[in-house]
């Protein structure tokens, strides 16, 4: 993380800056649903994993 209200985040190997000032005790290692730049929510591990796996069914880049 960069300071308390952003972080840095990795896309498939593409890093971004985002603001945090939406979410709370957002943690090193945590998923987060971005949009424009903000972190607006948080997803457990597995619902992360699901979410990634679903969008690389649909043949888009940014997932796994």
């Given amino acids: 993380m960069l300071d308390d209200q952003q ?7 593409v890093q971004k800056e985002i603001s945090l000032e939406l979410l709370d005790d957002v943690a090193v ?3 987060v649903v971005v949009h424009v730049g903000y972190a607006l929510g948080r997803l457990d591990p597995e619902e992360a994993e699901r979410t ?3 969008l690389g069914e649909a043949g888009l880049e940014a997932a796994r």
Wanted: glycine residues 16%; negative net charge.
């Fill in 7 to 13: 972080a840095l985040i990795d896309l498939d190997g």
């Fill in 29 to 31: 290692g945590d998923y």
């Fill in 52 to 54: 990634l796996a679903l």
